[in-house]
């Protein structure tokens, strides 16, 4: 565990553009990057003993990350086509 926040720009670097570019003109994608963003801030603030989670309730925001991450990158592949 690095303790560090995993923004989408550094996770998907060959899609920073595109990131950026659907934040703007999707909706969906918006809404999917920025429910991405908020529990990824939830998990790194308990990483970090700022604002600590329940142990299980840390496992299923990382699931949640994992799945939403997922999504965001199917989105991403597909707007490349």
């Not at 565990?1 to 899609?15: I, Q, V």
């Not at 990131?19 to 999917?32: E, Y």
């Not at 990057?33 to 003993?49: C, F, G, K, T, V």
């Amino acid at each position: 565990m690095t303790h560090t926040p995993h923004r989408l720009a550094e996770d998907f670097p060959d899609h920073s553009a595109d990131i950026a570019a659907l934040r703007r003109s999707d909706a969906h994608f918006a809404r999917l990057a920025e429910e991405y963003d908020q529990i990824n801030d939830d998990i790194h603030l308990s990483e970090i003993n700022v604002q600590p989670l329940e142990d299980m309730e840390e496992v299923l925001k990382r699931k949640e990350r994992a799945k939403l991450k997922d999504a965001i990158y199917a989105m991403l592949t597909r707007a490349r086509l």
